[in-house]
Nanobody, 115 residues
Framework: QVRLTESGGGLVQAGESLRLSCRTSGINFRIITMRWYRQAPGKQREMVAQITSAGTPSYPEHVKGRFTISRDYARNTVYLQMNALQPEDTSVYYC?????????WGQGTQVTVVS
């Protein structure tokens, strides 16, 4: 059974950092592209980072330079390092595995940034 389990969310002050983790199981982690999304209340879910199976990262402009995605092949885990957090980064963050027959999602982890 494929499972994605996020952790690492919390409440932080503006300017602080958090590192999210997404532990995977039931997949061939080495050949899978992985993504992080976020969704704020009343807003659409948006992608904030992607990492290919080869480890190549990509980001949308509004988080580039602040967010860093990485993966540990030994631990089958994907990370999202978030620096210089701002109140507008407050969201539920989701780990995602894209698939042709339906993406796999984690349960999400709440990140709250207060000024």
């Amino acid at each position: 059974q494929v499972r994605l389990t996020e952790s690492g969310g919390g409440l932080v002050q503006a300017g602080e950092s958090l590192r999210l983790s997404c532990r995977t199981s039931g997949i061939n982690f080495r050949i899978i592209t992985m993504r992080w999304y976020r969704q704020a209340p009343g807003k659409q879910r948006e992608m904030v980072a992607q990492i290919t199976s080869a480890g190549t990262p990509s980001y949308p402009e509004h988080v580039k330079g602040r967010f860093t995605i990485s993966r540990d092949y030994a631990r089958n885990t994907v990370y999202l390092q978030m620096n210089a957090l701002q109140p507008e980064d407050t969201s539920v963050y989701y780990c995602n595995m894209p698939r042709d027959n339906g993406d796999i999602w984690g349960q999400g982890t709440q990140v709250t940034v207060v000024s």
